[in-house]
């Protein structure tokens, strides 16, 4: 960014009687969430504050849109959103609206065209130019409709305003270099950036400074890591070097894909105590016609072998998936096979999705779509299937005595039950008994389970015992900081934390195309 370009915000800052207020509203995957933090950084940088939690729709001074366009609803959802802005927006002199994110990416002009009260229009690319574009068009009067086509700036060189002080995100690369065939990202993400394995630690040792104790290593196909820098190991090398960084306790990285998943990695995640046994792996189907026609370059054998091997290595490990119901073509045949490696895998939890065609995509024009209802009813059965199944496995956590890392927000019932929630090592939802002494998200708690629920455990006895952390001593520093300040950026995703998949039955949105 020019000197040039960032004048306007400067000069906003020093003109300003009253800090603008900003919103951030984001849909869809992990990589926009994180994206949100760098947005919300960005605007703080410029001079604006966050808008009280639990304010009114549309009563922030700026609200941005953080979109997803892998799901068919997409385009409905945020058209009904800026619907509903509109007559705020009119009632507010000097209020903006800007979208960003991938259906900004993809739709550009038509945005403007349909809500044509809406400031901003920027892309996946251009994060970074948000403040600029806001100002430009407040100077201008007009609406500001600016994409790149290629990466301008690797997001972690931008400001970041971190929803939690436990726990981070950090980007290893941008893009993806599949060619699946229901899946749009790759169009509006490009292909894939690695960052260089010195800055991602770097930047892990900072974030590890500050106090985190838990970090995700996020990508769009976070094992393809390396392929850009022609190191095939790399991620793996990734793993065992974050294993080297004093105070960080937890380790954990989203998503990977199967084909580019290796021995190496299985090796790295068992030898390196800090690395979480905790593996997201996508399905998407389980018949090898349908993955085919997806354009996946693995089939059920290689796909199964994979998990085989990692239950070998990390006995404990909870394994969640992603599966796609109702690609066309799909027989009743094809989704048995499916059925089939649920009840083979045996995974901790699933996001399931009912297939949603998207234009641009090869899988729009295929024949054979399947019928609506066919969809419903057979995502009805997986769903069933899964729900039996993570109950049966969350019931074998009973009696095991675990490390709960503390959460912020994950627990809706905890001040009507007197608990606290937390993760366990392998991701999953622990509520438990408050204990007597004082407890901080970031802290570790040691709890006997009880009892088990299929999305969540249970511990009702005393805690075993309290570690209080310096990641405990950051959120409570930061807290402490900001008592006086708004709180919370909204974010249409679990914000604090490392990011955890939900159950089968729960899941409506994200992204599904890994």
Known sequence: MSSSDRSPVVDVQQAGTQARTYEIRTYGCQMNVHDSERLAGLLEG?????A??????????VVVFNTCAVRENADNRLYGNLGRLA????????????????????????????APWVDVVFGTHNIGKLPVLL??????????????????????????RRESAYAAWVSVSVGCNNTCTFCIVPALRGKEKDRR???????????????VSEITLLGQNVNAYGSDIGDREAFSKLLRACGGIKGLERVRFTSPHPRDFTDDVIAAMAETPNVMPQLHMPLQSGSDTVLRAMRRSYRQDRYLGIIEKVRAAIPDAAISTDIIVGFPGETEEDFEQTLHVVREARFAAAFTFQYSKR???????????I????????????????????????????????????????????GATQRLSGRAPDNRLVHFTKPQEPVRPGDVVTVDITYAAPHHLLAEGTPRGVRRTRAGDAWEKRTTAETAKPAGVMLGLPTIGAPAPQPAAAVTQGCGCD
């Open 359 to 369: 234009p641009g995509t090869p899988a729009a024009e295929m024949e054979n779509q």
């Open 52 to 61: 009280p939690e639990g304010a009114e729709d549309g009563g922030a001074d």
């Open 46 to 50: 410029a001079g604006y504050v966050r």
């Open 135 to 160: 100002e430009r068009a407040r100077v201008q009067e007009e609406a500001q409709v600016e994409i790149a086509e290629s990466l301008e700036a690797f997001p972690s060189t931008l400001p970041t």
């Open 371 to 414: 019928p609506k209802e066919v969809v419903q009813k057979r995502y009805e059965r997986l769903v069933a299937l899964q729900e039996e199944i993570s109950w049966e496995e969350n019931k074998k956590q009973v009696g095991r005595t675990l490390d709960v890392m503390v959460a912020e927000g994950e627990g809706r019932k905890d």
């Open 197 to 211: 394995p010195g800055d991602i630690l770097a930047e892990v040792e900072a974030l590890v400074a500050e106090g």
């Open 87 to 114: 007559p705020k927006k009119t009632e507010r002199p000097g209020m903006q609206i800007a979208v960003g994110g991938c259906l900004a990416q993809k739709d550009r002009q038509t945005i403007v065209d349909r």
